[in-house]
Nanobody, 117 residues
């Protein structure tokens, strides 16, 4: 079993930035893709950004141009750089990865991001 642990969440003012990290207990090269989801109170969990093993990225329309996802295979870590944050970005952010050999999706425990207006 592979564990994913998020960090970097917190409280920030609108317009500010945060960088989330997702550390895996094993090599992230076994995941394809990896990504970040978020869930705001009373809303469904939604995909924010994904990155493939080849480095291709995809973003939700609501975060395009503001968020950037990257992966460091040497550190077994995936990052989410969040800039120009808005109050509507407030949510619990979850790291996820799909194990390439089994298709099983693993999830982290989540990290809270709160953006004040």
């Amino acid at each position: 079993q592979v564990h994913l642990v998020e960090s970097g969440g917190g409280l920030v003012q609108a317009g500010g930035s945060l960088r989330l990290s997702c550390a895996a207990s094993r090599s992230i090269e076994r995941f394809n893709p990896m990504g970040w989801y978020r869930q705001a109170p009373g809303k469904q969990r939604e995909s924010v950004a994904t990155i493939t093993s080849g480095g291709s990225t995809n973003y939700a329309d609501s975060v395009k141009g503001r968020f950037g996802i990257s992966r460091d295979n040497a550190k077994n870590t995936v990052y989410l750089q969040m800039n120009s944050l808005k109050p509507e970005d407030t949510a619990v952010y979850y790291c996820t990865g799909v194990l390439a050999y089994s298709g099983i999706q693993s999830w982290g425990q989540g990290t809270q991001v709160t953006v004040s207006s």
